[in-house]
Nanobody
Framework: VQLQASGGGLVQAGGSLRLSCAAS????????MGWYRQAPGQEREFVAG????????YYVDSVKGRFTISRDNAKNTVYLQMNSLKPEDTAVYYC????????????WGQGTLVTVSS
């Protein structure tokens, strides 16, 4: 599966962005999907994951209540709705596909940069 992330940009603190990740192929529904982020000088962090049937969802504590992961299997797309953004959310965000919603993930898209200004 090939993944293409989009939707990043510059936003002020408190604002919102929605990231999208479009997958190629007809097997999207068989993959669990996840979003990671990597801030400058920091390790990559697992942000959110969603199971194949949307029944299981994971969020890292720092984004709970602010971010929402969702997927549309008919459109082969996974989303990350990000609200109440903070400067510390600034990072390159990556989508990934795997067998379990908590990982490991085996397929990765290119990143999309999210910059939150204070």
């Amino acid at each position: 599966v090939q993944l293409q992330a989009s939707g990043g940009g510059l936003v002020q603190a408190g604002g919102s962005l929605r990231l999208s990740c479009a997958a190629s192929g007809r097997t999207f529904s068989t993959f669990a999907m996840g979003w990671y982020r990597q801030a400058p000088g920091q390790e990559r962090e697992f942000v959110a994951g969603i199971s194949q049937s949307r029944g299981w969802i994971y969020y890292v504590d720092s984004v709970k209540g602010r971010f929402t992961i969702s997927r549309d299997n008919a459109k082969n797309t996974v989303y990350l709705q990000m609200n109440s953004l903070k400067p510390e959310d600034t990072a390159v965000y990556y989508c990934a596909a795997g067998s379990n919603y908590k990982g490991p993930f085996h397929y990765w898209g290119q990143g999309t940069l999210v910059t939150v200004s204070s």
